[in-house]
Nanobody
Framework: EVQLVESGGGLVQAGGSLRLSCVHS????????IGWFRQAPGKEREGVSCLSEYDSGIWYTTSVKGRFTISKDNAKNTVYLQMNNLKPEDTAVYYC??????????????????WGKGTLVTVSS
């Protein structure tokens, strides 16, 4: 059984930083894609950043390039999203998602097979 558990969300002022963590179990490390998605109030869920070890792929949505960094620690079964220079428009519930059959570049186009329950990030102006 695959499980994804997010943590690290919270309230931060604009310009601040947060680091999200996704602890996963049941996944094969070099199999497929794992990444971060977000859903703001009244909007659809969108891809934020993904990585896939098989093809060394990393993808970021345009609005977070240069501010967010995705990384993983296989020894801890954890994927991180370091978010710097946060903006009010980054406010959303952030979800960890994974799929054994996709790659990083697929994130903006396809849904993931597995999802966590999400962690709320609120950025005040």
């Amino acid at each position: 059984e695959v499980q994804l558990v997010e943590s690290g969300g919270g309230l931060v002022q604009a310009g601040g930083s947060l680091r999200l963590s996704c602890v996963h179990s049941g996944l094969i490390h070099d199999d497929g894609v794992i990444g971060w998605f977000r859903q703001a109030p009244g909007k659809e869920r969108e891809g934020v950043s993904c990585l896939s070890e098989y093809d060394s792929g990393i993808w970021y949505t345009t609005s977070v390039k240069g501010r967010f960094t995705i990384s993983k620690d296989n020894a801890k079964n954890t994927v991180y999203l370091q978010m710097n220079n946060l903006k009010p428009e980054d406010t959303a519930v952030y979800y960890c998602g994974a799929d054994p059959d996709l790659f990083a570049g697929d994130c903006p186009h396809y849904g993931m097979e597995y999802w966590g329950k999400g962690t709320l990030v609120t950025v005040s102006s």
